[in-house]
């Protein structure tokens, strides 16, 4: 396994000035607990796009250990796709991009064809997956390496999955797809639980929607 993955996952949440004041806020908190070496970490803030350009520039200003990603992608390469954001165009502001997060596959109603097609775009232009699923039995492409699992029923809910439970999922998920290389835990992470998924044997991260809102809860989890 290699580093540990916390992402987080803001949703349609955020604008510019929430944003600034986030980061402002994370960067606070890292000078008062003189915290700033993650060393094993990897943290990724994955953003609407809007925020992509601004948080990339933010968080080099400040010299921040946080990586940005996207929270999906066109199915296309660049054209005439009205209203949709294409590969490369995040991979400009971003090395990360998340693709199948359950509230897509069921407000947008994204299929595995078309999550197919977004892999097979982000994997062109060099750009990092968190694949979701959200058990075992979801299928997960040949050359997505990181996976997030994430039962529908703890997403936002406060109602996790055991550790125990995730653990073994996430083994299931390792032996039945053998290129992938980390799957991560996500639904109702917070900086109480964090760590008894993270210690779990075939858990290399986590992936988190509710808990990443605030910097003082988000530098928490990291630091957990
Ligand atoms: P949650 O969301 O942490 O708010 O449960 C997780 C996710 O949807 O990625």
């Not at 980061?23 to 953003?47: H, L, P, W, Y």
């Not at 992608?73 to 997060?101: C, L, M, R």
């Not at 996500?186 to 992936?207: D, M, R, Y």
Request: hydrophobic share 40%; glycine share 8%; aromatic share 8%.
């Amino acid at each position: 396994m290699g580093k540990e993955v916390l992402a987080a996952n803001w949703k349609s949440n955020m604008t510019l000035r929430e944003m600034i004041s986030w980061v402002n806020g994370f960067r606070r908190q890292m000078e008062t607990q003189s915290q700033t070496d993650f060393g094993e970490k990897t943290i990724i803030v994955c953003a609407p796009f809007t925020l992509l350009l601004p948080l990339q520039e933010k968080i080099a200003g400040l010299v921040l250990p946080i990586e940005v990603g996207a929270q999906d992608v066109s199915p296309f390469d660049s054209g005439a796709y009205t209203g949709e954001v294409n590969a490369a165009q995040i991979k400009e502001f971003a090395n990360w991009v998340i693709i199948g997060h359950s509230e897509r596959r069921k407000h947008f109603g994204e299929t595995d064809e078309v999550l197919a097609q977004k892999v097979n775009q982000a994997r062109l232009v060099g750009l990092k997956i968190i694949y979701c699923v959200q058990d075992e039995a979801t299928p997960v492409l040949e050359g997505v390496e990181v996976v997030a699992y994430e039962p529908p029923s703890a997403i936002g809910t406060g109602k996790p999955d055991t550790p125990e439970n995730a653990n073994s999922v996430a083994q299931a998920i390792r032996q039945k797809f053998p290129y992938v290389t980390s799957v991560l835990y996500g639904g109702s992470v917070k900086p109480e639980n964090v760590g008894a998924f993270v210690s779990q044997k075939f858990i290399s991260g986590v992936l988190v929607g509710g808990a990443s809102l605030t910097p003082d809860s988000w530098f928490k989890l990291v630091t957990a």
